[in-house]
């Protein structure tokens, strides 16, 4: 067990030694402009602890030539934090250590960098640059996740682990997009060929309008989409998974095309995505999971292939209603499904009322049609 003591000379710290090294547990002072000193009673001081800064109103932090470490949410809503003490012995960043640090700008990761934490600088929304120099070897999830200005990242030709193509952010082979800056103002973007996989929160709030995919696209991580502003979504032809809530929230999503190779559809993939009017969903998809297209409240056409095996609860569930303009509840009109082997029912589809349903005779779906008094059920096989 450490033991905190409060720095001598009238320092504005207090501190814990762990190894010979100082390490920096919370800002007592009041003043603005910070420095960090390199030795507290005689020995280095080697890190900013947890939470050291948070929640102060700090401007300016600077000094501490020897640091290598910061740690978990060390700097968590400083929301005057203008500069960062970004030192070239710096090793590692925490989770956390800089969200909602919004007055923050730039963020110029020097070589000595080998990794930063999850959302170490999430909600930073002033940040409009980040430069990540050689040593970067790791990058946790939502790092950069903002609704900011962040319009480019620069990555160093000599590190070994990241690229950027056009500022935006890849591992160095470019075979997976970590980060697209949310804050660059384009209609279109093409990702570029040989992209594999696109990460969780790669487009998370981004202002882009329509993103194209390659067809080397395997799948896209959770999340990736997430509150964007993006409008239509082309999808490669070889995609076989759509992560947990990919494109909740895109509100202004209209045209989306479900690739042929389509395996899964991930929880919560298009929740609330309002402004969706029809969903083909292809053979090859096997499953849907909950709340995949809940509250798709203009969507008016459904049709599912023969291959789905899964349908989860809630999956274009929107509540029960009867059919009128003004509520946020499901809207269809048609809904087919081509597949013998799925449940479906209220768990799934809530009580739809003026529903035309398309399905086997004898199946849940046919049953669920009954169900409701003025739904229609046509039948896919030929009457007896």
């Known amino acids: ?33 910070v420095v960090i000193p390199d030795e507290i009673d005689g020995k280095l001081v080697t890190a900013i602890g947890e939470r050291a800064f948070a929640w102060k109103p700090v401007v300016s932090v600077t000094g501490g030539k020897w640091i290598v470490r910061i740690g978990e949410k060390a700097f968590y809503l400083c929301r005057l934090l203008a500069s960062a003490p970004l030192g070239d012995g710096l090793v590692s960043i925490g989770d956390d250590a800089f969200g909602f640090c919004s007055a923050l700008t730039s963020v110029p990761l020097p070589d000595s960098v080998v990794s930063i934490g999850r959302e ?4 930073c929304d002033m940040l409009s640059a980040v430069k990540i120099g050689s040593g970067l070897q790791t990058i946790g999830q939502q790092a950069f996740y903002s609704d900011s200005g962040l319009t480019s990242f620069t990555v160093s030709e000599d590190n070994g682990s990241f690229s950027s193509v056009d500022g935006v952010l ?4 470019r075979t997976e997009l970590i980060q697209y800056p949310s804050g660059r103002r384009e209609a279109s973007y093409q990702i570029p060929a040989g992209v594999r996989r696109v990460r969780g929160y790669a487009f998370a709030w981004a202002d882009v309008k329509r993103v194209v995919f390659p067809d080397s696209t395997v799948s896209v991580g959770e ?15 070889n995609l076989h998974t759509i992560g947990k809530a990919a494109m909740e929230y895109c509100h202004a999503l209209r045209n989306v095309r479900l690739p042929e190779n389509l395996i899964e559809i991930g929880e919560a993939a298009f929740y609330d995505c309002r402004a969706l009017e029809a969903v083909s969903v292809p053979d090859s998809v096997r499953t849907i999971k ?20 899964s349908l989860g609860d809630g999956a274009f569930y929107g509540g029960n209603f009867s059919p009128g303009a003004g509520n946020h509840f499901m809207h269809m009109q048609t809904f ?35 169900g409701i008094s003025d739904n229609t059920f046509i039948p896919l096989d030929a009457p007896a």
């Not at 008016?300 to 095996?309: A, E, Q, T």
């Not at 003026?354 to 009954?370: K, M, N, P």
């Open 1 to 33: 067990m450490t033991t905190d003591y409060a720095a001598p000379g009238g320092l504005p710290f207090r501190y814990a030694v762990d190894g010979g090294g100082v390490t920096i547990t919370q800002y007592t002072g009041t003043a603005p402009d």
């Open 223 to 237: 999340f990736a989409f997430s509150y964007s502003a993006v409008e239509e979504i082309r999808f490669g032809a």
């Open 170 to 173: 890849f591992d160095k082979e």
């Open 336 to 370: 087919t499904l081509y597949s013998r082997q799925v449940e479906v029912g209220i768990y799934q589809l809530g009580y739809i009322h003026g529903l035309t349903l398309q399905g086997w005779r004898d199946s849940a779906l046919h049953r669920y049609a009954s």
């Open 120 to 123: 170490c600088f999430a909600r």
């Open 290 to 309: 909950s709340y995949a297209f809940q509250y798709c409240t203009a969507l008016r056409k459904v049709v599912i292939g023969s291959g789905l095996r």
